[in-house]
């Protein structure tokens, strides 16, 4: 019998695993276009997510200086961005806002944000002065029952140290202001303002 000899370059996956990349894949949502890219493919439709977790930035990237920016990071787990593998976005202003403001109302009803699945949906804005368009994220969530399997899967990911989800090119312009008062985050965003003038 002639068997193939499988070749592993870059290691083998375990199967029904979630992957973390070495170098972190980020699914940017493009203002510009209302879609998800990624380098420059395009992904359309709508995409059903699983968030592993926040982090609240304050920094500069691009052309965007000194905001207050959201770095998430997520499997999809229905839609067009691929799926079994561990993304990052960054959400700045409105679509910041929405996410943390669905992530409050879940909690007022006793639930888990994990627990469920979160829809982003581009929504198409104008500005006010140049009445050019422009897209925000609105988020959706849904609570659904019997996903303990799905979650176990998760946290193997978060409890692996050496899979650390660290991105540190949107970031290195950036401070972390997670798990800081209100007072501290003030004070560290007054800070770093101050060096980066």
């Known amino acids: 019998m002639n068997q193939r000899r499988r070749i592993k370059v870059f290691g083998s996956g375990v199967k029904d695993s979630i992957m973390v990349p070495q170098t972190p894949i980020i699914a940017r949502n493009n203002c510009k276009i209302g ?3 990624i380098n420059s493919k395009e992904y359309q439709g709508r995409n059903q997510i699983a968030i592993l977790k926040v982090s609240k930035l304050f920094g500069s990237f691009g052309e965007t200086k000194n905001t207050l920016w959201g770095q998430v990071w997520f499997v999809c787990e229905e839609g067009s961005l691929p799926k079994q593998v561990v ?3 960054y959400l700045k202003k409105r679509s910041l806002l929405s996410l ?11 639930a888990e944000p994990a627990s469920g699945i979160f829809s982003p949906i581009f929504v198409s804005q104008s500005a006010s002065k140049s009445r050019r368009r422009y897209y925000v994220l609105e ?10 399997r799905q979650l176990e899967r998760y946290a193997k990911v978060l409890a692996n140290e050496s899979k650390l989800m660290i991105e540190p090119t949107w970031t290195r312009n950036m401070i972390c202001l997670d798990g800081m008062s209100s007072w501290k985050a003030e004070m560290a965003v007054s800070d770093f303002i101050k060096k980066n003038k």
Request: proline letters at 4%; glycine letters at 8%.
């Open 35 to 37: 879609k998800w890219t």
């Open 87 to 89: 993304l990052v976005t």
């Open 100 to 110: 943390l403001e669905i992530m409050t109302l879940i909690r007022l009803n006793k």
């Open 139 to 148: 988020w959706e969530w849904e609570g659904l029952p019997g996903r303990e």
